[in-house]
């Protein structure tokens, strides 16, 4: 049983690192540029825009490195020590003990974008243009650094499998939702590891699709029924067994594209020899892009090796061999292509979200002819925005991923 963990946190310095671009660009071009005041109103306004956005970075230990300490942060964790439930004997001092550390590192990344603004379409109404340029940026880079720290923490090693199912591929659209039985195993999970919560309550991060499935439960209980309204975290909508959740449509989903470009799956009209026969024709595109993809026949799921125009090599050796009419499916989500969605349960301390000191998200204006003789006649104004940043998993016991089906057929995967 696991006790709850001790971190601390050190820079590793990485002399060959150098931050570029510190600040943001304030040249002047009579008559074109954005002033001082305009420039920090945007830059604020996109800060504001994107806030909300970052749903899964609020649970986790947030750390920055100083500027000019290099771009990898090391957090050290320390094992609990044993019981000692030997007596002390009278007069004799008892054997020491040593701590038992742990080093988890984290390299920052760099993201960004930016659009470019024509003078023609700047011609009359700069402020508006630039204001709607802004909101498209902040919900570009709010979704980007959101799912940046939503793709490390829900490829952790800690997972159950709604329904009691043994695997993802195994999960069937209709029968296999997420259940407050599902929610309940996995605060069990994280109590006999005693993951630390936050005040009373663990975190869930949950999609719409899963939430419509649950909040028709009678323990079912809204953030004024639990929360002083002061308290309530951004997209949080409710609670249950322990766990107070906040909603967003970026939480994962799996969702596996189509086979080939004619059809979303394959027939088998024959088995022989790691290798399956099927009815659809496949082009030299579909062979190409079939190699590598997983496919689930049955419930279980293959990795495709080669493919020809009506045969696919499999890596794997079926357990029970493919028959004829048996139908192949795309195999990175549930069973017969059903998308597979993650609800996390959290303790705290269980991730760090990081960035380096100054290079967290920028809003950066190049107005009408900052670009000097690339931009000869004032044609082009860029707004754009750029962040330096990672996550990492510190404590897989101290959270849980419940992967399960929903009510709904998403399609959009993320």
């Known amino acids: 049983m696991t006790k709850k963990m001790i971190f601390?946190?050190?820079?590793?310095?990485?002399?060959?690192?150098?931050?570029?671009n510190k600040t943001t660009d304030t040249t002047a071009t009579t008559g074109n540029d954005l002033s001082v005041e305009m420039k920090t109103f945007y830059s604020q306004y996109l800060i504001k825009l994107v806030g909300p956005k970052l749903i899964h970075?609020?649970?986790?230990?947030?750390?920055?490195?100083?500027?000019?300490?290099?771009?990898?942060?090391e957090f050290r964790k320390f094992e609990p020590l044993p019981k000692l439930l030997t007596p002390l004997s009278e007069g004799v001092t008892p054997a020491g003990q040593k701590l038992?550390?742990?080093?988890?590192?984290?390299?920052?990344?760099q993201f960004g974008g930016f659009i470019e603004i024509s003078d023609i379409l700047d011609m009359t109404a700069y402020e508006k243009i630039m204001t709607e340029a802004t909101e498209l940026l902040a919900d570009q880079?709010?979704?980007t650094l959101d799912s940046v720290t939503r793709d490390i923490i829900t490829a952790g090693t800690n997972v159950l499998y709604a329904n009691s199912k043994t695997s993802r591929g195994n999960l069937v659209q209709t029968t296999d939702k997420l259940t407050v039985t599902d929610i309940r195993k996995a605060v069990r999970k994280l109590k006999i590891q005693n993951a630390p919560k936050f005040g009373a309550y663990y975190a869930g991060i949950i999609h719409p699709d899963n939430e419509y499935d649950l909040m028709d439960d009678n323990d079912w209980k809204y953030p004024h029924q639990y929360v002083d309204t002061d308290?309530?975290?951004?997209?949080?909508l409710g609670a249950i067994a322990g766990v107070r959740f906040v909603e967003t449509t970026e939480a994962k989903v799996w969702h596996a594209e189509d086979l080939i470009s004619s059809s979303r799956t394959l027939t088998v009209t024959a088995y022989s020899s790691n290798f399956i026969t099927v009815s659809q024709t496949l082009t030299s595109a579909d062979q190409a892009a079939i190699v590598g993809r997983k496919m689930n026949i049955n419930g279980a799921v293959y990795t495709a090796t080669t493919a020809g125009a009506h045969t696919v090599g499999l890596v794997e050796t079926p357990t029970t061999n493919p028959v004829a009419t048996d139908v192949v499916y795309p195999g990175e989500a549930g069973k017969a292509g059903a998308n597979v969605y993650a609800t996390m349960i959290i303790g705290d301390k269980a991730y760090g979200t990081t960035k380096v000191t100054g290079g967290g998200l920028q809003h950066i204006t190049k107005s009408f002819g900052s670009s000097g003789t690339s931009d000869p006649?004032?044609?082009?104004?860029?707004?754009?925005?750029?962040?330096?940043?990672?996550?990492?998993?510190l404590v897989e016991q101290y959270m849980v991923r419940i992967e399960s089906t929903s009510s709904f057929a998403t399609t959009e995967s993320n």
Not at 8 to 20: C, H, K
Not at 57 to 73: A, L, R, S, V, W
Not at 100 to 109: G, K, M, R, S, Y
């Open 100 to 109: 038992d550390v742990t080093a988890i590192t984290a390299t920052v990344n």
């Open 8 to 20: 601390s946190i050190r820079v590793l310095f990485d002399p060959t690192y150098v931050q570029t």
């Open 57 to 73: 970075d609020q649970f986790g230990q947030q750390e920055d490195i100083p500027q000019n300490n290099g771009k990898t942060i």
């Open 141 to 143: 880079a709010g979704r």
């Open 231 to 236: 308290n309530i975290y951004d997209g949080e």
């Open 377 to 393: 006649l004032n044609q082009r104004a860029t707004a754009g925005w750029k962040a330096i940043k990672t996550a990492v998993r």
